[in-house]
């Protein structure tokens, strides 16, 4: 088992441009989440999925789109860079949303000038 | 909406120190668990611990013990003679059994444990 699988690792982009952020699992898990660490505010839900075709928005969903369109895979895409996206942006997953231990990918660091 | 704190920005201790971290919690649901992971230098995020509120038993595990405690509202973890490879961020989180929100974490705390 990989585990959970993020990529890219590290990223910039100038304001105003788009990317997607990869995350994968191969565990079978229902539940995957997005969420972003910033120094002193630890981590914070973006977005999250309990099952293909299903989202919803977490804490702080602004700036940000996902999909899941299979029970692998949970991108997350910024459609217009902003520096206050610069972030490290972490995905993980578990077998159901409530009381379950979440397994954590790798992270992908972004810088947005 | 649930809310966790974390007190202590950042701990410094000498190896073989005691180091307890400090994590309160606010939840209006009476289901809830609360987790502590460790964020060590890599910046992988690794769990440790899960425990529901309805399990009050500290727990122990080697050097690491937690203390959950519900009248205070409090989920304190202690390390025992601690090492330099204890240094890491630690976070303390809180999941709702019923709130789509998932978890909450708090801030964090930087454990520095120096030779």
């Known amino acids: 088992n990989a585990g959970v699988t993020q990529t890219p690792k590290f990223q910039v982009l100038k304001t105003g441009q788009s990317m997607t952020l990869q995350c994968a699992q191969d565990m079978n898990h229902e539940y995957m989440s997005w969420y972003r660490q910033d120094p002193g505010m630890g981590l914070r839900l973006i977005h999250y999925?309990?099952?293909?075709?299903?989202?919803d928005q977490g804490e702080v969903p602004n700036g940000y789109n996902v999909s899941r369109s299979t029970t692998e895979d949970f991108p997350l895409r910024l459609l217009s860079a902003a520096p206050s996206q610069t972030s490290v942006y972490f995905c993980?997953?578990?077998?159901?949303?409530?009381?379950?231990?979440?397994?954590f990918g790798p992270g992908t660091r972004l810088l947005v000038l | 909406a649930q809310k966790v704190t974390q007190a202590q920005t950042e701990i410094s201790v000498v190896e073989k120190e005691d180091v307890t971290l400090d994590c309160v919690y606010e939840?209006?649901?009476?289901?809830?668990?609360l987790f502590w992971y460790k964020q060590p230098p890599s910046g992988e995020l690794v769990f440790l611990i899960r425990r529901n509120s309805f399990d009050e038993q500290n727990e122990i595990s080697g050097r690491y013990s937690w203390n959950f405690q519900k009248s205070t509202s409090s989920f304190n973890f202690t390390i025992t003679a601690s090492q330099v490879v204890d240094s890491a961020v630690y976070f303390c989180a809180l999941s709702e059994l019923y709130n789509n929100n998932d978890m909450r974490f708090g801030a964090g705390t930087r454990l520095t444990v120096k030779p």
């Open positions: 999925s309990v099952g293909a075709g299903i989202t």
């Open positions: 993980a997953s578990s077998q159901r949303m409530q009381g379950e231990d979440q397994y």
């Open positions: 939840t209006r649901d009476t289901t809830y668990y």
